[in-house]
């Protein structure tokens, strides 16, 4: 089916950044491909939507607590999905997953309409 990889978490300090990596491989469900995004989940709380990005790039949304410090986007010739997180704030420590929609080229902010998951990446900030 379709597999995802995440990379690039890890320790950073407050006001630091980090690039996140989703790697796509496996089929491609129908004439387009999928809109995809990025949740988190921290420790005793829910996944919750962070950003979403359409297959083609030219529509995206973000929750309000990282409007403005992070920047989703994809690269479809290489199957990738990156998200830019900037001014990384101890709030935003979590494992963060990557997540793609099955033949349905929109962005999303619900989890429900997501099929494929990866298996997270940590992402923890120190204050």
């Known amino acids: 089916q379709v597999q995802l990889v995440e990379s690039g978490g890890g320790l950073v300090q407050a006001g630091g950044s980090l690039r996140l990596s989703c790697a796509k491989s496996g089929r491609t469900f129908g004439a387009y491909g999928p809109g995809m995004g990025w949740f988190r989940q921290s420790p005793g709380k829910e996944r919750e939507f962070v950003s979403t990005i359409a297959w083609s790039g030219s529509l995206v949304d973000y929750a309000d607590s990282v409007k403005g410090r992070f920047t989703i986007s994809r690269d479809n010739a290489k199957n990738m999905l990156y998200l830019q997180m900037n001014n990384l704030e101890p709030e935003d420590t979590a494992v963060y997953f990557c997540?793609?929609?099955?033949?349905?080229?929109?962005?999303?902010?619900?989890?429900?309409?997501?099929?494929?998951w990866g298996q997270g990446t940590q992402v923890t900030v120190s204050s």
């Open positions: 997540a793609s929609r099955r033949g349905i080229p929109t962005p999303s902010r619900e989890s429900s309409e997501y099929e494929f």
